[in-house]
């Protein structure tokens, strides 16, 4: 649980770092190009990750409910 919730504010700081950046679109230096770059690979493999391993978790989730339903009955 502590994973996923890692994963989520990796996201959520992102996310707000992207805000961010779009809103200083002034001058385009080379540094400021490069770091526009690395910031969108870093955001799109964070993105993606998040995606798979909540993905993971729910449909892990979801085969156990017909297990304790069976359980149960």
């Known amino acids: 649980m502590n994973f996923l ?3 989520k ?3 959520f700081v992102l996310d707000k770092a992207r805000r961010w950046m779009w ?4 001058t385009t230096t080379v540094n400021r190009k490069y770091r526009w770059l690395v910031e969108q ?5 964070v ?3 998040h995606q ?3 993905e993971r978790s729910s449909n892990n989730r ?5 297990q304790s339903m069976e359980r149960v009955m």
Not at 62 to 66: A, D, F, Q
């Open 5 to 7: 919730l890692r994963v």
């Open 9 to 11: 504010r990796a996201k």
């Open 23 to 26: 809103k200083e679109r002034g």
């Open 41 to 45: 690979k870093l955001l799109h493999f």
């Open 47 to 49: 993105d993606v990750f």
């Open 52 to 54: 798979y391993v909540m």
């Open 62 to 66: 979801l085969t156990r409910v017909p």
